[in-house]
Each structure stands twice: as C-alpha cells, then as structure tokens.
C-alpha cells in the first residue's frame, strides 16, 4: 500500500498481509501441540496437570484478547478524528494527512494515516502499534512467550526422561489423545517441537527484552531507531573528518585511497 490509498482503520480489514494469514495458522499450531501432544504426556500428579494446565489456558486466553484488541483498536492520531487543526507546541503538521497532529505521530505509509505515538507497523498483525494499543501488544508477546516457554520446556523434559527414565515414562505413550504414536514417534515430535521453538522462543525473549528496555526508557521502538540511525551518521563524520585530515599530510597516492574511502563512507551515510 503507498500513499493516497484508503486509510486502513484496523488489522481485520482486508487487504489482509500474508504474514498476517501466517500468523493466524501457526498460532493454533501452538495450542494443538500442546492440548493434543504435551498435557497428555504430564506427569500424573493431578498437581502438575492442573497447574501447568491453567497458566497455558490462561496465557491463551490473554493473547486472543490482546490479539483481537490490537488488531480491532484504530491507533490513529486523535486529533485527526475530532478535525482539531490547531497548532502548539507538541504539534506537527503532515502533510498527508493534512492536519496538525501530536509530535509523537508517525505518517505510516501502509496504513496511510497518522498513528498517535507511533511504534512500529507489526506485519504479523497487519495493523500498526501505538499508544492506543501498545500495551496490548506487549501482551501478546508475554502471553505467548509464556506458552512456548512451556512447551520448549516440557519438550526437553521429555526428551531427557524418554532417555533417562524410560520406565517411569512408557505407560504414559498409552494415552489416547495421542492418537496411537509409538515411543518413536513421540520422540519424533519432541526433536521436530525442539528444533521448530527453539527460534520461536529466542526471538520472543529478544522482544520482550528489547521492548522492556523501551519502556523503561520513555522510548518506542521509531525512536530507537531514529537515535541509531543518528549516532551512525556522527560516526560516520567522524570518520570522514579524520580522513580528510590525514590526507593533507600523505603522498598523492595515499590521498586518493583515502578520497575513495571517504566516498565509501558518504555513500553509507546516505543510505542510513
């Protein structure tokens, strides 16, 4: 979508982005696995299955509501709404969207519209995240990051008992929701479960991680960006201004490789 196209109000509205689809497939994936496979493989102390059970069940429910209200709340700029043309301060004016918005906003090219406290267009949902929906989106992450936690770690626990205590675990392959596996095939689908969430989870932990120190900081992730972006072109001047001194006191020879990295640099700058 570029600009000009019809504003998108939400992530439900069709066009829907393919990741989005992605998203929306691979997701029941994770409850399927662990409904069909991994509770019936708990341990038999009804303590175990309850508890683990219920965090799982919980944290599900949290990401469809999270989901569901990230996707359904329009994170436009207000001001755009109420037709508020006033300028201040904490205004800019875009124009886009040709209004006068907070200085937060961000003029999202897929969405085409200001988005009040703008973070970032999340292609999975296919919506943008600001700060009308922000907190929600941290709770698909927590939410979720807390269910693949729990299947990666069951996963491996089971693994390493099949191996270690194969006693203690062969009756319960006996289960019928498991649809009749064999000790194989369970082992199968640990290995394959392993190998699918281990990035699966890495990438939530370096999100959760990376957003709590967003938070922490007063910053979205526009802004982090933009502040990077800045010291990598300081850095660059710095370079390109050590070049150009250096030069003055080297052979031609020399000077015209340093002219050549000092296009090499300029060059980076503007794609920056």
């Not at 709340?73 to 109420?82: A, E, N, R, T, V």
């Not at 269910?147 to 205590?165: G, H, P, R, T």
Request: charged content about 15%; glycine content about 4%.
């Amino acid at each position: 979508m570029q600009y000009g196209d019809k504003r998108r109000i939400n992530g439900l509205e069709m066009p829907w982005h393919p990741l989005q689809i992605v998203t929306w497939f691979l997701y029941p994936m994770i409850i399927i696995h662990y409904f069909w496979f991994l509770m019936p493989l708990l341990w038999p102390n009804i303590a175990d299955i309850i508890v683990v059970t219920v965090i799982f069940g919980l944290a599900t429910i949290i990401a469809f509501i999270s989901a569901y209200e990230v996707c359904h709340i329009d994170p436009i700029d207000p001001l755009i709404l109420s037709k508020d043309n006033n300028t201040g301060d904490d205004r800019i004016n875009c124009y886009l969207c040709k209004v006068h918005v907070h200085s937060s906003s961000k003029h999202c090219r897929f969405c085409n519209k200001c988005v009040y406290r703008f973070d970032h267009h999340c292609k999975w949902l296919n919506t943008c995240v600001g700060g009308n929906n922000y907190r929600y989106f941290l709770g698909i992450l927590m939410s979720v990051g807390t269910q693949v936690s729990i299947s990666f770690l069951l996963s491996i626990a089971y693994l390493v008992e099949i191996y270690s205590y194969p006693n203690k675990y062969n009756y319960r392959i006996d289960n019928p929701h498991l649809l009749g596996l064999s000790e194989d095939g369970v082992k199968g689908v640990l290995i394959v479960s392993i190998i699918v969430l281990s990035p699966l989870i890495a990438l939530l932990y370096q999100l959760i991680g990376f957003h709590i120190v967003l938070v922490s900081k007063g910053l979205t992730t526009y802004d982090f960006i933009v502040e990077q972006q800045r010291l990598q072109r300081e850095k660059n001047n710095i370079q390109r201004q050590t070049i150009a001194k250096s030069s003055q006191n080297m052979t031609p020879q020399k000077v015209n490789q340093n002219e050549l990295e000092l296009t090499k640099i300029q060059s980076a700058a503007e794609t920056v």
